[in-house]
């Protein structure tokens, strides 16, 4: 089957002026134009898209995807090097998921943080607390008011 810009636009959840960014960038040499240069998109040309876009998520830059996605191209000879930017990336990935989980670790500390202070009516309350009253998830964050 054959998609539009438009269509494949709304499968993927990004604009059409994503897809038409991407082309111009160079990430999407499998997509097949017609006579009139328009873009065809079939239902293979989906995974390709889909690791742009997981790639794309994570905080690759568009350069180095494009690199990526010329590796693919390229075929068999590039596997070792596609393996490392994957790896790479997930790597990344899990150091950014580390770094979110203690931002959510200080974001939950303040939620307790002024929901105990909006009962006492003032963050004073916090003022001489016992560590024995703070939940112990927060201790790490005792110090930041």
């Excluded at 390709?48 to 180095?64: S, W, Y």
């Excluded at 995807?65 to 070792?80: L, N, P, Y």
């Excluded at 989980?101 to 307790?112: A, Q, R, S, T, V």
């Excluded at 009962?119 to 964050?141: L, Q, S």
Aim: net charge negative; glycine share 6%.
């Amino acid at each position: 089957m054959i998609y539009t810009v438009g269509e494949i636009a709304k499968k993927l959840n990004v604009t059409a002026s994503t897809l038409r960014y991407y082309d111009k960038e160079g990430l999407l040499p499998f997509v097949e134009r017609s006579s009139g240069g328009i873009r065809m998109f079939k239902d293979e040309d989906m995974l390709g898209l889909r690791i742009i876009e997981c790639l794309k998520k994570t905080g690759m830059p568009i350069k180095d995807i494009k690199h990526f996605m010329d590796c693919c191209i390229e075929g068999d000879s590039t596997i070792e090097e596609r393996l490392s930017i994957i790896k790479s990336q997930r790597d990344a990935v899990i150091l950014q998921m580390k770094e979110l989980h203690e931002m959510l670790g200080m974001l939950n500390y303040k939620c307790w943080y002024y929901e105990t202070a909006k009962e006492a009516g003032t963050c004073a309350v916090h003022d001489d607390i016992r560590i024995e009253n703070v939940p112990e998830e927060y201790h790490k964050f005792l110090n930041e008011k």
